[in-house]
Structure formats: structure tokens, C-alpha cells
């Protein structure tokens, strides 16, 4: 039988549904039918989102800066500068809040995206059911572009075989291109990721400059979205890597702030607060904080310093100095390509800073970045947090240097305290929003010729707005601006309820109402504002006396905008009142267990223990990152062991872990084998014999000693051949960069060897194996690796 049967049974016309033509047996009888793609409204404006981290609220500016911001000046001039605007006091919970208009807490970051120690507001994982201000864009029709530091992945999941369902990528970006960690060195960055990949790159070029390249690639995203697409608006989300520690800038940058700080910090501190007076970025009865209120005890008197010490510290600033100046540039550069483009006026752009200026770099500020933080063990005696270097280097490719706490002081004029602080140096930052086009459109003809809902967007003007906005607020707040609607549903699941509220209506009209009550917190230290009453707890409560239970402070925001009057002995029920607020609060956003005891981070799941096994490691490909590579020797004994087969001339760097800001390498250099040791900047150095050509069986070993240091020793071919006998072990987040096999990746290890080979690819030979052996654990490691639902069974029980 020939030709098509037409039985009786009906036919299944499986893959048609949903389609809105009609479909026959031939084209000649069906009808095409495209579905519609999500499109942006006719003229809706592009989004930049300018991220600074580490930013103290008064160092640009508009906010009462010396430091020149020309372009940021013109910023705040077309728009809004807002002078109560409140962060997280550290920058993953700032940056997740950003991100998705949750509290820090809910969106998974209670700390910084370092460790999940198993409860649901420490999880440093964006929730699936949180859409991310790029994905709610994205589906309103937006290109979505990334740069800069996203810091909202656990380090578990930054290697190259991790799961990537926190990365940009997956949160609603088509386009990535940055640093992943919480910060890296812009002369060398440690590891640099283009949408999912590592970048393959063995040696930047002379004079190479993260900030530089972050804002090329910007520029790049746009263009090629242009040559595309003429109309369609797009959201960039600029997180500068500057200015977080190590504090770095560009020499001719530096030189034009020489002699800027001769005057030391309390002259500038006072300065600064004299021109916030007159812009009126603080209330004429605001009052400076005096020591020792002021944390005046974590900081030398300048008129006491020596003229060394004066000549350092003021080097410190002169290159901070250049890194707010070099952000200034950056936005330069992008708001003048948006000008070229006609697209300047018709473009949002919001600028602020994580949270407030840092002490990490302690009273005299370090040249030794990583001796400095970040240890998971209290130092021994003697432990040398600033290695002695010449300051003319602070700054460039070889020092990872932090600026003193004096000068944070400075950063947070007018402010109390710091970084990671429930005071308002901690969490009181900088906020400028810019729309040119809105605010051409204001005032009452305009306001009168607009309809639609879009009208109240578009009615925006300039000014100083004194209202409180928090970090969270700003997702719902660009939403409404743009007139996209937030996701009402995410893979497949309806989304969790935002937290921030839009301030739209606050760009639009000076006297509309700000946000009334938050809560912060931060490793236990705990505040709570409600209307202009704050009341604050600069240390963690004890467990007996519970979560609401401590020592509370309280501050009259209004007549006391810098903290400088507790009022809690006069009014100790308003204290309780707002301690049982804070308590409330804290059990709806996920923020308790308090770390009462210090052990809340050491918790980690046994997900991680496969990334201390040993590992052999291919040469010549991109660093082993730096997490991964961690798990291998931080705290612990380790060996590495290598194969050679050795040619005529072999020469060249075996494997490299680290850089400038501490590390290690194996090199064949001369024919022998060389042992360099950076601790934090100071050099060790071992040489062994001459080695023949042929085979040969290399181990370096790292074994420790008592007081957190290590005996390093080289093998060949099973006997002894060089050690350095002490050196101080790395820690915390040293070594920073990742082991790179056949090369020394980035900044250096050997600044010396470098200025001779550069990145010293081994020749001449081969590797023909390179593995990482750990050993035992030291006792100072305190990490527990706990079963997935352990703790769930301890309960049961």
C-alpha cells in the first residue's frame, strides 16, 4: 500500500502546544506564528550600578573630600546626593542585599562569602527563590552586564569544577568579566574570570592595571551590545575592586597627591568635617567625636610621631588618595563614552560603597597585607605584622599594604568607628543617583505633560536628600525607576517576599518619607534604629544573656547624628523596647545563632574534604585556585613532589604558590635547584647543587614547628639538598594566589627572579609530575567537617 493512512484513532500532535498558528500537513495550509520575546519599554533608560568597596562616606567629594572626583562631582550635581543612606557593615551582606532586596540575613549573608557553617542566614549562597536585580532586569527586556568583584559565592565553589549556580552568570547576568574573591591586587590580579572560565593568561603586561581593564571591558559590553541593538537598554553593574586592602594605585596617580597629608589625620578629619557643614551634608549641630570616644585609642598622636613615621603614614593616604582618584577616572571614562553615545542623559547611575572605611591595616597601617588578618589562629609572640619595607613601593606591584587607622578615622568623618562596626562608620556610606533626562523633565510644566505610570519616575530632581534609605531599597527602588516589575516567580517557584521598599518617590520630592526602623548586625555586635532613636551593642551577648541581653547604647539620631551622647541610663525602658525590636527582627531574617563562642565558622560541611586530597597537577595551565589551593597547605604539613627528565639549559620556575604578599616557588635557576620564601614580604632563600641532565626526583617539604612556622626542606633523588630552617607559616588568606605548575603566575613570588625571567616558563626539560601531598593538620586548625544532616540527627536524639 502506497501514500498516508487516515485511521480512525485520534493522532497525538505532540510539541504544537502553546503554538499560536496553525499547522497542517503542508505549508502551503498553515499559518507561522513567533512567540513574543520580552522587550524594554520604548525609552527606557539604561542602569549603572557603581559599587566602591571599603569607601568611607566622606572621601569623595560631594561628601566633603580634598580628594579631586570631578566626574563624581558632576554626578551628584545632575542628581541626588543622600546623606542618610545606610549599608551592611561588611560587603558580601551589602552586596546579596543589593542584589536582591532582601535584609543581608535572609539573602544568605550574615558574614562574608567565606564559609556555610549550616544555618540559613550564613549560607553565602543567593536563595533560588530570590530573584537578583539582573535577572528581574533581564527579564524586563535589559542586557545585563557585569564587572569587578562578586563576592557572593562561596570560596568552595570558586574552583574550576565547582557548582556555578552562584556565579553571575546563573544570577541573572549575560556577561561577567572580574575578580570572584573579596578583593585582589590590581597590578597582578590573582585570578581573573570571563563568564564562567578562568583567564588563561601567564603574564600580565608592563603596567598593567586592574581598574583599567575592568573599565575597558565595560566599555567593550556596551559597544557590542550597540552594534546589535540600537535600542536595547542595558544594567551594569560596575564592583570596583578598589579601594578594599591591599590599598594600590598607579605611580603617576600617587604623585599627584605627594604632600596632600603632611598634616596628618586629625587636621584632615577636621577639615573635611568643616566642608560637610558647609555643603550640608551634616546638620550644623552635628558634633565630631573626641577621643577617646572617637577610638581615639587605636591611634597614634601625630604630633607625636617621629619624621619617619609621619613620611609612611602619610604615603598610606597619598596612594589612597589615588585610588578614589583613579574610581573618579573610571567613572570619567564611562560617562564620557555614554556622552558619545547620546545615552548619558537617558541613563540611571547610582554610586556607592559597601560599607565604611576600614582599620584592618591596625595603628600604624601594614606593608604585610596578609600578616596582618585573617588568621584562623591567634599569632605567637613576636609575629611581624608590617615587614619592614621602603614606603616609595606602598602602593605599586610590590607591597600589599593597608592604610592606618587613622586615616580610616578620616574616611569615616564624621562617624564613629569602622568596618564591620554597628556604629555609623560601620554601615553610614555615600549614595549619589543620577538621571540627567528625569531631571530635565521636572518641574510642573513637565510633571504636568507626563502620563502613564511611568510619570512619577521620570519627575525626578537634584539635591540633597536627608531621608533614611537602606542598602535594600535600591533593587525595588532602579525596578520602579525603569518600569519593570519585579519577578513574581523564579525557576518555576514564587519568590520570597522583598524587605527593601522603593524610594522613588523621595528622588521626586525632598519631603517624602525615607524608611522608619532596621535592624544590623555583624559577628554579634547588633544595632536597631526606629525613627531617630538607635539604640546599638558594640559586643556580642553572653548566652545567659540572651539574644536581646548585653550591653546596649542609645542614641538620639536626630539631635545626635554621630554618637557621641548614650541616653541609656536616661531612658532605659526605650533601650529595652528596642532590644526587644532588634530580637524580633533578628528571628525574622534568619540572623540568630549569635556566635557566642567564636565556633560558628568553623562548622563546615564534609563536602569540602575532597579538596585536601592529594593532587597531581598538569603544567602550564591557569593557577589552581586559590581556595582549593589552600586546602592543601594552610595550617597543615605538606610535600611536593616532582619528576623531572632534565635537557641541556633546563631552566625555569617548577611550581609557584603565592606572590608579593606572601608564597613559595621551586626553581630550576642556573642549573640548581632554588627554594624562594616569601613571608609577608620578607625573603628567604635556599640553593642546592648543580643537577645533570636526566631524570630526577625533587621534594619540598613544609613541616611545622611550634609558634605557627614551618622548616622547609628540598629532597633530590632522596637525599638532602637545602632548607630554610624558620619561616613564619601563611596564613589566613596567604598564599593568595593560586599554584601555577611550569611558570609563576601574576605578581611574583621572587620579585627578584621575576625582574630577571618575568614569569620563568620551565624549558630545556620537562615536568613530568607535580603533586600535592598534605599532611597532618595542626592542632591551630579548629575546622570540623560535620555530615550532611548531623546536626538534624542530634536533635532527633
Not at 68 to 77: F, G, M, V
Not at 366 to 390: K, L, M, N
Not at 475 to 491: C, K, Y
Request: a negative charge; aromatic letters at 8%.
Amino acid at each position: 500500500m502506497t501514500g498516508g493512512m487516515r485511521g480512525a484513532d485520534p493522532i497525538e500532535r505532540r510539541g504544537y502546544e502553546g503554538f499560536g498558528g496553525r499547522a497542517a500537513e503542508f505549508a502551503s495550509e498553515s499559518a507561522p506564528w513567533w512567540p513574543s520575546r520580552a522587550r524594554a519599554r520604548s525609552g527606557a533608560p539604561n542602569v549603572v550600578v557603581v559599587l566602591v568597596d571599603d569607601l568611607g562616606f566622606s572621601d569623595l567629594g560631594p561628601f566633603g573630600s580634598e580628594i579631586p572626583t570631578p566626574h563624581i562631582d558632576r554626578l551628584a550635581s545632575d542628581g541626588c546626593v543622600f546623606t542618610n543612606y545606610r549599608t551592611a557593615p561588611m560587603c558580601s551582606p551589602a552586596r546579596a542585599a543589593l542584589m536582591t532586596g532582601l535584609n543581608p540575613h535572609r539573602a544568605g549573608f550574615g558574614f562574608v562569602a567565606h564559609t556555610d557553617p549550616g544555618y540559613p542566614g550564613f549560607t553565602c549562597e543567593l536563595p533560588e527563590d530570590a530573584p537578583t536585580l539582573a535577572e528581574s532586569l533581564r527579564a524586563g527586556g535589559y542586557a545585563t552586564f557585569m564587572v569587578g568583584k562578586w563576592h557572593l559565592t562561596l570560596e568552595s565553589r570558586l574552583h574550576d569544577a565547582a557548582d556555578r549556580s552562584s556565579w553571575p552568570l546563573q544570577r541573572g547576568f549575560d556577561r561577567y568579566f572580574g575578580s570572584m574573591d573579596g578583593f585582589t591586587s590590581l597590578h597582578h590580579p590573582h585570578r581573573l574570570v570571563r563568564d564562567n572560565s578562568v583567564v588563561d593568561i601567564q603574564e600580565f603586561p608592563e603596567g598593567y592595571f586592574l581598574t583599567d581593564e575592568l573599565t575597558g571591558e565595560a566599555l567593550a559590553m556596551i559597544d557590542e551590545l550597540r552594534v546589535n541593538d540600537a535600542s536595547k537598554p542595558f544594567f551594569l553593574y560596575y564592583a570596583h575592586t578598589s579601594v578594599h586592602g591591599p590599598i594600590q594605585a598607579k605611580e603617576a596617580d600617587i604623585a599627584r597627591h605627594r604632600g596632600r597629608y603632611e598634616a596628618g589625620w586629625n587636621a584632615m578629619r577636621e577639615a573635611r568635617f568643616a566642608r560637610q557643614r558647609e555643603l550640608g551634608i551634616v546638620p550644623p549641630h552635628a558634633e565630631l567625636p573626641e577621643d577617646p570616644l572617637a577610638d581615639g585609642d587605636r591611634i597614634p598622636s601625630w604630633d607625636l610621631l617621629s619624621r619617619d613615621e609621619r613620611e609612611l603614614f602619610a604615603r598610606h593616604m597619598e596612594v589612597y588618595a589615588a585610588a578614589v582618584d583613579e574610581v573618579d577616572q573610571s567613572v570619567g571614562r564611562l560617562t564620557e563614552h555614554l556622552e558619545r553615545l547620546g545615552e548619558l542623559d537617558n541613563t540611571i547611575i547610582v554610586l556607592s560603597s559597601d560599607n565604611g572605611g576600614t582599620a584592618e591595616g591596625g595603628p600604624s597601617g601594614t606593608r604585610s597585607y596578609f600578616a596582618q588578618f585573617g588568621h584562623a589562629a591567634p599569632v605567637p609572640e613576636g609575629w611581624i605584622r608590617d615587614v619592614p619595607r621602603d614606603p616609595a613601593e606602598i602602593g605599586g606591584p610590590r607591597l600589599f599594604s593597608q592604610y592606618p587607622t587613622g586615616w580610616a578615622r578620616v574616611s569615616n568623618t564624621p562617624f564613629r568607628s569602622f568596618k564591620s562596626s554597628t556604629y555609623e562608620g560601620g554601615v553610614h556610606a555615600p549614595l549619589i543617583m543620577s538621571w540627567p533626562a528625569a531631571a530635565k523633565r521636572s518641574g510642573p510644566r513637565a510633571a504636568a505633560e507626563q502620563s502613564g505610570p511611568h510619570a512619577a519616575a521620570a519627575a525626578a530632581v537634584r539635591g540633597i536628600r536627608d531621608q533614611f534609605v537602606f542598602v535594600s531599597d535600591l533593587a525595588p527602588t532602579i525596578l520602579e525607576l525603569a518600569g519593570v516589575p519585579p519577578l513574581d516567580s523564579l525557576r518555576g517557584r514564587p519568590v520570597r517576599e522583598i524587605d527593601g521598599r522603593s524610594v522613588a518617590a523621595v528622588l521626586r520630592d525632598p519631603e517624602a518619607e525615607g524608611r522608619e526602623a532596621q535592624y544590623f548586625e555583624c559577628v554579634g555586635r547588633r544595632a536597631m534604629i526606629d525613627g531617630e532613636w538607635k539604640a546599638l551593642s558594640p559586643v556580642p551577648p553572653t548566652r545567659t544573656e540572651g539574644g536581646a541581653g548585653g550591653r546596649w547604647e542609645l542614641y538620639d539620631l536626630a539631635t545626635d547624628p554621630t554618637e557621641t551622647h548614650d541616653l541609656a541610663e536616661r531612658h532605659p525602658e526605650r533601650v529595652g523596647e528596642l532590644a526587644e525590636r532588634w530580637r524580633r527582627e533578628a528571628w525574622r531574617n534568619t540572623v540568630f545563632p549569635l556566635d557566642d563562642e567564636g565556633s560558628l565558622h568553623e562548622n563546615r560541611p564534609e563536602t569540602e574534604a575532597p579538596l585536601a586530597l592529594p593532587v597531581v597537577l598538569p603544567p602550564f595551565r591557569p593557577p589552581l585556585e586559590r581556595f582549593r589551593a589552600a586546602q592543601l597547605t594552610v595550617l597543615k604539613s605538606f610535600a611536593v613532589e616532582a619528576s623531572l627528565t632534565l635537557g641541556p639549559g633546563a631552566a625555569g620556575v617548577i611550581v609557584a604558590h603565592g606572590d608579593q604578599g606572601g608564597g613559595y616557588l621551586l626553581a630550576l635557576d642556573g642549573g640548581a635547584p632554588l627554594v624562594s620564601y616569601n613571608a609577608y614580604g620578607e625573603m628567604h632563600r635556599a640553593r642546592g647543587s648543580a643537577l645533570a641532565g636526566g631524570e630526577h626526583g625533587l621534594v619540598l617539604r613544609f613541616d611545622e614547628l611550634e609558634g605557627l612556622r614551618w622548616r622547609v626542606s628540598l629532597e633530590i633523588d632522596g637525599a638532602f639538598a637545602a632548607e630554610i630552617p624558620e619561616v613564619p607559616m601563611l596564613l589566613g588568606m596567604a598564599p593568595f594566589t593560586g599554584i601555577s605548575v611550569g611558570y609563576d603566575y601574576g605578581g611574583p613570588v621572587d620579585w627578584e627572579l621575576h625582574e630577571r625571567h618575568r614569569s620563568y616558563r620551565f624549558t630545556g626539560g620537562e615536568i613530568d609530575l607535580l603533586r600535592y601531598a598534605p599532611g597532618e593538620r595542626s592542632r591551630h586548625d579548629r575546622t570540623v567537617l560535620r555530615r550532611i544532616g548531623e546536626a538534624v540527627a542530634e536533635l532527633a536524639d
